[in-house]
């Protein structure tokens, strides 16, 4: 319902609406994965569109575009499970204009939906505004400060804000500009405008309004563009949320069928919704990770992605395991599991992605089969660790077995760590990374970094690449 409301309020308003794209777009590489609505429409901003491109003549778009941030310059997986509102996979409602209206239009029409729509208080609403970067040479944008203030914002409730919150980019490269964005207190009757953008539950980002002025061609340089475009954003699932007068995305209409679906699979349970330290034995935090990563897996996989070795394959593959570990080692749910959840997700998301319906056989298949993979990687894994540590002499577990485990097998060390503090014994983490550092410079040469199954190890990998160049 509220996807088709921000659709219906944009459409009568001059916008066309565009199908939401897939979740990514191998023409583009600087992009793991589509993290945004402005995505598909990058050439459109950047002024490089064909001339019988799709979007010739759209000056106002409309949408609800599909989106991960699983990985690149956003990535929220770290995040996914253990709060309330960051997902790997989320929608976001966007709206366009392409050198139509800027600031003004802007900002009055998202007012107008959020107080007028869908009857929003302007006492639980904060909008923020960038408030410059003399580094590189951005001033603060007071015009949209007098904007809010000029449609009948509470001073009080507008902010300034640096680069960080208010200054958005696509990614390394790519368009940007300065934003404004709005945030809701989801308690009310009080002012806290202390609380905006730290992250916290009783206070969330909404919708987030860009003013695309620049190119970002590296980074250290912006050119401005030559038309200057909107671009805005707002997460479906948060305003679920508030609608819905929700304290977290998981306790909406979009997860409540999911987890419920878990609790039904599970011996552990029923989901609490606790957080943080409340939620001592991570099991909520289980829970959301598994239906927040279900949902990303079905979208993926529908729009052709399979986990794999490389790139956003081997997330697709991480993503999926973590969902595996968590059931396994969380909720002591069956094997195989996460499959079985397809028939829900696509109940709730077929009717706006038909492709997730059309789809739904070949995803269940695809993640059947991965789980059954995986399965056989951790019992032989689990086997390996059981045996060495049976014929070991003294108290210390070879690094050289740890290192193979992760690097062959892709076994999960902090499985084998549960192992060893059972049994008490050492283990010696600094020798494992410097097997790690040795197989990491051979496969520099090969220049692949695709062995390597997280983040941090990409990073400090790519980092002390750079430094011996
Ligand atoms: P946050 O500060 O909460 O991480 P953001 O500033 O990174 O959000 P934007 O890039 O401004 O988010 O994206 C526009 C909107 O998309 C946000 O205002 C929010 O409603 C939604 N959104 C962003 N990231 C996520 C996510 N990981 N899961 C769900 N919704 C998201
Ligand atoms: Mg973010
Ligand atoms: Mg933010
Ligand atoms: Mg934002």
Request: charged share 25%; hydrophobic share 35%.
């Amino acid at each position: 319902e509220l996807r088709d409301i921000f659709i219906n309020f944009f459409e009568r308003r001059d916008h066309k609406f565009i199908p939401s794209s897939k979740v990514y777009t191998p023409e583009d590489p600087s992009l793991l994965f589509v993290n945004a609505g402005m995505n598909q429409f990058k050439p459109v901003l950047l002024g490089e569109q064909k001339k019988k491109s799709l979007f010739t003549n759209v000056r106002r778009a409309v949408n609800s575009q599909k989106c991960i941030r699983a990985g690149g310059k956003h990535n929220d997986l770290n995040d996914v499970g253990h709060d309330l509102t960051h997902h790997t996979f989320f929608e976001m409602l966007g709206s366009w204009s392409f050198g139509d209206y800027f600031k003004e239009d802007a900002c009055k029409m998202a007012w107008l939906l959020l107080t007028e729509v869908l009857n929003l208080s302007p006492d639980r609403l904060y909008v923020t505004y960038f408030n410059g970067c003399p580094l590189n040479n951005l001033k603060p944008d007071y015009d949209t400060r007098e904007i809010w203030k000029s449609i009948g914002v509470n001073h009080n409730r507008i902010l300034p804000f640096g680069s960080t919150d208010n200054f958005w980019e696509m990614g390394e490269t790519g368009p940007c500009g300065p934003c404004t964005e709005i945030h809701y207190d989801r308690i009310g009757n009080r002012h806290v405008p202390e609380q905006v953008n730290k992250s916290l539950s009783d206070v969330v980002e909404i919708w987030n309004i860009v003013f695309m002025q620049f190119n970002k061609v590296s980074i250290s340089q912006l050119e401005p563009l030559n038309v200057c475009h909107v671009d805005s954003g707002m997460g479906l699932e948060r305003i679920t949320a508030v609608m819905q007068q929700k304290q977290s995305n998981y306790d909406t209409d979009l997860f409540v069928p999911i987890l419920s679906a878990i609790e039904e699979i599970s011996k552990v349970g029923p989901y609490k919704g606790r957080v943080g330290e409340e939620d001592t034995n991570g099991i909520d935090a289980a829970y959301r990770m598994i239906s927040d990563h279900i949902r990303m897996l079905t979208v993926a996989i529908s729009d052709g992605i399979y986990p794999g070795p490389k790139g956003r394959e081997l997330i697709l593959r991480k993503v999926l395991r973590r969902a595996v570990l968590a059931g396994i080692e969380k909720l002591q749910t069956p094997r195989p599991f996460l499959y079985t959840l397809l028939p829900t997700v696509v109940e709730s998301l077929g009717c706006a992605f038909p492709e997730v319906e059309l789809k739904q056989d070949e995803v269940m298949e695809v993640i059947k089969e991965s789980e059954m993979a995986f399965y056989r990687t951790l019992d032989r894994g689990d086997l390996i660790v059981r045996k060495t540590i049976k014929n070991l002499a003294g108290n210390e577990f070879p690094p050289e077995v740890a290192h193979k485990l992760r690097l062959q097998n892709g076994y999960p060390l902090n499985r084998m760590l549960l192992f060893l503090s059972q049994e008490k014994l050492n283990f010696n983490m600094m020798a494992v990374d410097s097997f790690k550092k040795q197989s990491s410079e051979k496969n520099l040469n090969k220049k692949s970094f695709s062995f390597l199954d997280n983040e941090e190890d990409r990073s400090s990998l790519i980092h002390s690449f750079l430094k011996q160049k």
